[in-house]
């Protein structure tokens, strides 16, 4: 058994880091956009809206039904296909694309349920006093159902930057890929995925300890 080559591990770091940023703006974004597209899903879910309803079941059920890596996949080899317009389409928009519609997917019912678990004479008192649909969502039920989904919600975005290393399959150059091009030139597979995965590591507690922390700062306000 031949010891692992720290010297080269060592060498690997500053390369591995320097993709470090594209991994978390793929992420960064994709969480933006996603948490947008949930929470319009949400809110037609919870009024029911007549027809839009069954749609964004479907949508839910099939970014939930099928894996990840087959929806970059379909959004970068398969849609070129039929839409023109996406021929062009490069790896990291692609990944933020499927990225999106996948988590859009989970976190919308992470919303939804949030928002259902909002005490509903709050809902009641509200319009007896005139709001509208919009107003209530607006002003009451939506920062309270924030609040309860802030947790839930972190941890789909530690996933999503877990998810990026997916995005190599489509020709994506970030961590993960560079780890893939580094061990295939060295044949030193162990060493080059080992650093990689410390790289993740390191980025995952960090975020978790900040979710620890925004989980006490919410528990406290809670409580008051």
């Known amino acids: 058994m031949r010891p692992l080559d720290t010297a080269y591990m060592l060498d690997l770091v500053p390369v591995i880091a320097g993709?470090?940023?594209?991994?978390?703006?793929?992420?960064?974004?994709?969480?933006?956009?996603?948490?947008?597209?949930?929470?319009?899903?949400?809110?037609?879910?919870?009024?029911r809206v007549p027809v839009l309803d069954r749609v964004?079941?479907?949508?839910?059920?099939?970014?939930?039904?099928?894996?990840?890596?087959?929806?970059?996949?379909?959004?970068?080899?398969?849609?070129?296909?039929?839409?023109?317009?996406?021929?062009?389409?490069?790896?990291?928009?692609a990944a933020i694309i499927g990225l999106t519609l996948h988590f859009s997917a989970y976190m919308a019912e992470s919303i939804r349920g949030a928002i259902l678990g909002v005490d509903r004479s709050q809902w009641e008192a509200a319009q007896s006093i005139g709001?509208?649909?919009?107003?209530?969502?607006?002003?009451?039920?939506?920062?309270?159902?924030?609040?309860?989904?802030?947790?839930?919600?972190?941890?789909?975005?530690?996933?999503?930057?877990?998810s990026t290393s997916l995005?190599?399959?489509?020709?994506?150059?970030e961590m993960m890929g560079a780890a893939q091009k580094e061990a295939a030139g060295s044949f030193l597979y162990l060493e080059?995925?080992?650093?990689?995965?410390?790289?993740?590591?390191?980025?995952?507690?960090?975020?978790s300890v900040g979710q620890r922390r925004l989980e006490t700062s919410l528990g406290k306000a809670v409580a008051r």
């Open 19 to 47: 993709y470090v940023p594209l991994t978390l703006f793929m992420a960064i974004v994709a969480m933006i956009a996603a948490l947008a597209l949930a929470s319009m899903l949400a809110i037609v879910r919870v009024l």
């Open 56 to 93: 964004v079941a479907v949508f839910i059920s099939f970014f939930r039904g099928t894996p990840l890596l087959v929806q970059l996949f379909l959004f970068y080899f398969g849609l070129p296909q039929v839409v023109p317009a996406m021929t062009g389409i490069n790896g990291v928009t």
């Open 131 to 162: 709001m509208t649909q919009g107003q209530l969502l607006r002003r009451i039920i939506l920062p309270q159902g924030a609040r309860t989904a802030a947790p839930t919600l972190m941890n789909y975005f530690i996933d999503m930057i877990k």
């Open 167 to 173: 995005a190599f399959t489509l020709g994506v150059t």
């Open 192 to 207: 080059a995925f080992l650093v990689v995965a410390i790289f993740y590591w390191i980025i995952v507690e960090t975020l």
